[in-house]
């Protein structure tokens, strides 16, 4: 399992295709470097280990997809970054 961040430096977790919150929360499916809701709707964009909402790629959707909650992780947040985009909109 690998992890990214998001731009604030929060820590996501990533299992197979699925990405999930700290605490093993369901926040979507990456596909093409993209995170997209259990609706199929755009949530953010993967940038080297980051993961940040950028409105350019908002119009995207895929197939409403789901998945399992996973063991919360105790790996620490990272500092934030200055990369082009918001903060994504993730409960934790």
């Known amino acids: 399992m690998i992890d990214l961040y998001t731009r604030s430096g929060r820590l996501l977790q990533v299992q197979g295709n699925n990405l999930h919150s700290r605490s093993g929360a369901f926040l979507g499916q990456l596909v093409n470097n993209k995170v997209y809701d259990t609706e199929g709707r755009y949530c953010a964009t ?12 908002s119009a995207a959707t895929v197939t409403g997809i789901e998945a399992d909650v996973i063991p919360a992780s105790v ?13 994504p909109n993730f409960v934790d």
Request: charged share 30%.
């Open 46 to 57: 993967v940038v080297g280990d980051r993961v940040v909402y950028r409105t350019i790629d």
């Open 75 to 87: 790996t620490p947040n990272r500092s934030g970054t200055s990369l082009w985009g918001r903060e």
